[in-house]
């Protein structure tokens, strides 16, 4: 099995092309970032992933923002994964991450809602897959396990580092359950979270090893699983961003660290760590 990690465009300030050039640069597949709703945008997105010989996944966020309005029913949430789903055509995405749904909907409501959006996508011709994300409806493990007994066809992208802080532990001893997600996972966002907040100062820091060495015995579970289903090549895409979850300096509120750095390093210990799962 291959793996191949993807530059993510959150926090990325410059255009398209520096960051497929940067994302080239580092040895990375592709980038994975929002479909652009303009035509324009698509094509430069598509022209700049062309010239650096890079893949495209693609993100949706439903009904609002990373927190979805609280007042927007289904329909809405529906309406925006269709919108993405169009907007793939012109990028030919590997597949389309959606962080999706609301964490105060009633379990059939999700259920509903899930299955609407997996018929979207199959009229699309693009593979859909959910993220399991804070305010969503797949906040928290034990939620999750429910939606996907309920429903076994539906994939999801592991971003733990949720979870971790929802739950204020890391998951590694939870067994049943993260085992059985292990099995749905198609995609990994690789962020490393804590107890107390959804993204560590600096991966590499001693006092956070901890909290990485638990991600990574996660992604691991997930990659048996992959290797066990047949999958030829699995994703992973290091998602540390800004909005709050890159921590700051009081006062002065700089950044603690650069983003791209951080990225980075996780890109290339992950490309490691992957190299020495695959050899033990």
């Known amino acids: 099995m291959r793996l191949d990690i993807f530059k993510t465009l959150w926090g990325h300030q410059g255009s398209y092309a520096e960051a497929a050039a940067q994302a080239h640069e580092a040895g990375f597949a592709g980038l994975e970032a929002t479909l652009p709703a303009e035509p324009a945008k698509q094509r430069e997105l598509a022209a700049s992933l062309r010239d650096a010989g890079l893949d495209y996944i693609g993100e949706v966020y439903t009904g609002g923002w990373y927190v979805p309005d609280r007042r ?11 919108a993405a789903l169009a907007a793939a055509d012109e990028l030919a995405p590997r ?4 962080i999706a749904g609301c964490d105060a909907w009633p379990l059939d409501t999700s259920l509903c809602f899930f299955e609407d959006a997996l018929r979207l996508a199959e009229k699309s011709g693009h593979a859909l897959v959910f993220e399991t994300h804070r305010s969503r409806t797949l906040f928290n493990p034990w939620v999750a396990v429910e939606v996907l007994r309920r429903l076994p066809e539906l994939r999801l992208t592991a971003d733990f580092s949720h979870w971790f ?9 939870e067994p049943d359950a993260m085992d059985f997600i292990a099995s749905r996972v198609h995609h990994i966002h690789a962020r490393v979270g804590y107890d107390q907040g959804p993204q560590v100062p600096h991966p590499a820091a001693p006092e956070y090893a901890r909290w990485l060495e638990a991600h990574q015995r996660l992604w691991q579970s997930i990659w048996q699983s992959q290797r066990s289903r047949g999958y ?6 290091p998602e540390f961003g800004p909005d709050g979850y890159l921590h700051e300096h009081p006062y002065t509120r700089e950044p603690v660290a650069d983003l791209w750095e951080i990225n980075r390093w996780m890109g290339n210990t992950e490309r490691e760590h992957f190299a020495r799962w695959q050899g033990a």
């Open 232 to 237: 030829a090549t699995t994703t992973l895409t």
């Open 95 to 98: 597949f389309v991450t959606a």
């Open 72 to 82: 927007a029913p289904p329909e809405r949430h529906l309406a925006d994964i269709a």
């Open 165 to 173: 802080v929802v739950c204020e532990r890391a998951l590694d001893d």
